[in-house]
């Protein structure tokens, strides 16, 4: 079973940036998709962005773009979220997730149904 391990988090300035990571283990994570989304108490979890296996294809929540990047290193088991220019509506724990039911797929998933396996989240909080 996959396991992943969310770190990265912390307090910033609006404006500011962060850099998440998302350690995996325990599975091939190289053929998986993975993704980051967020949540705020009282809300839904939200998508944020995901990464093919390969890093062939990316795609952005409109909220983030142009600010996030996603990206992964498959030799070190990790996906990365490089957070720039961060505003307080950025808020939330930060959720890794996968894929794992289906391998090395060039379509990324944008919805938190596709995904089956989580990390237990990262804090960000940005101070205005």
């Known amino acids: 079973q996959l396991q992943l391990v969310e770190s990265g988090g912390g307090l910033v300035q609006a404006g500011g940036s962060l850099r998440l990571s998302c350690a995996a283990s325990g599975r091939i994570f190289s053929r998986y998709t993975m993704g980051w989304f967020r949540q705020t108490p009282g809300k839904e979890r939200e998508f944020v962005s995901t990464?093919?296996?390969?890093?062939?294809?990316?795609y952005y929540a409109d909220s983030v773009k142009g600010r996030f990047t996603i990206s992964r290193d498959n030799a070190k088991n990790t996906v990365y979220l490089q957070m720039n220019s961060l505003k307080p509506e950025d808020t939330a724990v930060y959720y890794c997730?996968?894929?794992?039911?289906?391998?090395?797929?060039?379509?990324?998933?944008?919805?938190?149904?596709?995904?089956?396996?989580w990390g237990q989240g990262t804090q960000v909080t940005v101070s205005s």
């Open positions: 997730a996968a894929v794992t039911k289906v391998y090395y797929s060039g379509v990324y998933y944008s919805r938190e149904y596709d995904y089956d396996t």
């Open positions: 990464i093919t296996w390969n890093g062939g294809n990316t």
